[in-house]
């Protein structure tokens, strides 16, 4: 039985995955962490205001990090230097951050997944939106979330948007008539990002190749947060025997 932890619990995500978690055979839950817990909140495992303080009191081998872009570099380094296996939720790390993470991870044989997405159907969009970069060069990406979501774009945008880039055998182009144009979002690369927040939203993405006189459309729906959990629970069971520090939950699918 794999014992785990859940950073962020007082989150949308945090609190799913931890009664999640906390319902299958094969896992037990021993800590809920964040700061915004009260003394006497009611949560499906112990509570802990921080990582260390879980750290001191129980002994995870897996956590799931779902807290903020403030504090998911912090946490996600206590965790493996701790030598939990950690599977990253959490937006908001930097391209050296991960790095650090990364090499962290390797040194210290510690396994390390940062899913931009949990949904099996987001993964799949991003394995297939790979494939087509093979075949189209030019590409843009809609994504629109909740207007509670605090990022922008998404880091499913920009993953999908780093897959598209670097897809063996691709060629995308950049946009044909550059523009500074707000209007016209976010260049990542050759790819154009735009973001939508409204209220209604869950998570939604749709990625766009054009050709010559074609439009091949892919997209992916999150109609509500449970879409995530298979994923949450593949990431959870598959982390602790990574050889390699992972990015993208993609990556991990058979």
């Known amino acids: 039985m794999i014992a785990v932890a859940v950073v962020g619990g007082a989150g949308r995500m945090g609190s799913l995955s931890a009664s999640t978690v906390a319902e299958?055979?094969?896992?037990r839950l021993v800590a809920v962490i964040?700061?915004?817990?009260?003394?006497?909140?009611?949560?499906?495992?112990?509570t802990f205001a921080t990582v260390a303080e879980a750290l001191e009191n129980t002994a995870p081998?897996?956590?799931?990090?779902?807290?903020t872009p403030a504090s998911v570099f912090a946490n996600t380094r206590a965790l493996l230097e701790a030598g939990v296996h950690t599977v990253v939720g959490a937006t908001g790390l930097t391209a050296p951050q991960l790095e650090e993470l990364c090499e962290l991870s390797r040194a210290s044989g510690t396994g390390l997944l940062v899913a931009p997405n949990f949904s099996l159907g987001a993964?799949?969009?991003?394995?297939?939106?790979?494939e087509a970069a093979r075949y189209f060069q030019h590409a843009e990406i809609i994504e629109l979330h909740h207007d509670g979501k605090v990022d922008a774009p998404s880091g499913t945008a920009l993953h999908t948007a780093n897959l598209i880039t670097a897809a063996e055998?691709?060629?995308?182009?950049?946009?044909?008539?550059?523009s500074a144009s707000p209007a016209r979002g976010l260049q990542t690369g050759p790819v154009t990002v735009h973001s939508v927040r409204l209220p209604g939203?869950?998570?939604h993405q749709e990625v766009l190749f054009g050709g010559t006189g074609e439009l091949l459309t892919l997209r992916h729906d999150s109609l509500s947060r449970e879409s995530f959990m298979a994923g949450v629970l593949l990431a959870i069971r598959a982390v602790p025997?990574?050889?390699?520090?992972?990015?993208?939950l993609e990556n991990i699918l058979l």
């Not at 299958?24 to 896992?27: A, C, E, I, K, T």
């Not at 081998?61 to 807290?67: D, T």
């Open 123 to 130: 993964a799949l969009l991003m394995r297939f939106a790979r």
């Open 61 to 67: 081998r897996v956590a799931v990090e779902f807290s």
């Open 24 to 27: 299958q055979d094969d896992l």
């Open 34 to 46: 964040d700061p915004a817990f009260a003394p006497n909140t009611q949560a499906p495992a112990p």
């Open 201 to 203: 939203l869950v998570a």
């Open 169 to 178: 055998g691709g060629s995308i182009l950049p946009p044909k008539v550059p």
């Open 241 to 248: 025997s990574l050889k390699e520090p992972v990015v993208g």
